[in-house]
């Protein structure tokens, strides 16, 4: 059992940064990789970056050289630092932990958490 606790969204105007935050608690030895998903309006929800317990990193193409995520494993958190931001990233952003599950170890379990607003607007 995770649970994952967001924080850092908000206003900001296009072209400007915002640093997410995610804080996972509860089993959080069996953690295998965190990371981040977006909803954006009038759209499914869709990968935006994630980062493996080995530092491995993943992207969105329409995020690469602007997004970044990182892992502190040591502090179970997992923050995406956005730069450059245009109105096409608003979005509700999620922290997401993939979870290595005891009944079946070959299994993760994708745990979410509630979402934090951002708003890309002038």
């Known amino acids: 059992q995770v649970q994952l606790v967001e924080s850092g969204g908000g206003l900001v105007q296009p072209g400007g940064s915002l640093r997410l935050s995610c804080a996972a608690s509860?089993?959080?030895?069996?953690?295998?990789?965190m990371g981040w998903f977006r909803h954006l309006p009038g759209k499914q929800r869709e990968l935006v970056a994630t980062?493996?317990?080995?530092?491995?990193?993943n992207y969105a193409d329409s995020v690469k050289g602007r997004f970044a995520v990182s892992r502190d494993n040591a502090k179970n958190t997992v923050d995406l630092q956005m730069d450059s931001l245009n109105p096409e990233d608003t979005a509700v952003y999620y922290c997401?932990?993939?979870?290595?599950?005891?009944?079946?170890?070959?299994?993760?379990?994708?745990?979410w958490g509630q979402g934090t607003q951002v708003t890309v607007s002038s």
């Open positions: 997401i932990a993939e979870v290595r599950s005891l009944r079946d170890p070959s299994t993760d379990l994708r745990y």
């Open positions: 980062v493996t317990i080995g530092g491995s990193t």
């Open positions: 509860g089993s959080t030895s069996r953690i295998t990789a």
